[in-house]
Nanobody
Framework: QVQLVESGGGLVQAGGSLTLSCAAS??????MAWYRQAPGKQRELVAS???????NYADPVKGRFTISRDDARSTVYLKMNSLKPEDTAVYYC?????????WGQGTQVTVSS
C-alpha cells in the first residue's frame, strides 16, 4: 500500500497563491495527479503529469496552476496562482504505480473573496 502525505493547504485571499505537495512512500511511480472536491460536487481532475513529463490541466485552472514532480523525492507539487473563491475545495493527490492507485488524505484550500 502506497502512503501519501499531503501538505500546503490553507486559507488565502482571492488573487493569492498556494503550493500543495504530496510525498509518496514508493519510488517507482507512473502518473501523479491532483483532484479536488468542493462541497456538494463530484471529485474532479485538476492536473496530472506522467513520467514523460506530459501534463494535463482542467480548463478552469489552465494558466493559473502548475503541476510538477520531483522523482528523486517521489513528490508531486501543485503551484496555484491567482486563486479564486471557486477554487475552494479539498484537494487530493493521486499516485499510480504499475500495481495500484492511491489517494492522499486531502488538504483543504479555502479562498476568500
Amino acid at each position: 500500500q502506497v502512503q501519501l502525505v499531503e501538505s500546503g493547504g490553507g486559507l488565502v485571499q482571492a488573487g493569492g497563491s498556494l503550493t500543495l505537495s504530496c510525498a509518496a512512500s514508493v519510488s517507482t511511480i507512473n502518473s501523479m495527479a491532483w483532484y479536488r472536491q468542493a462541497p456538494g460536487k463530484q471529485r474532479e481532475l485538476v492536473a496530472s503529469t506522467t513520467t514523460t513529463g506530459h501534463t494535463n490541466y482542467a480548463d478552469p485552472v489552465k494558466g493559473r496552476f502548475t503541476i510538477s514532480r520531483d522523482d528523486a523525492r517521489s513528490t508531486v507539487y501543485l503551484k496555484m496562482n491567482s486563486l479564486k473563491p471557486e477554487d475552494t475545495a479539498v484537494y487530493y493527490c493521486n499516485v499510480k504505480t504499475h500495481f495500484s492507485a492511491s489517494w492522499g488524505q486531502g488538504t483543504q484550500v479555502t479562498v476568500s473573496s
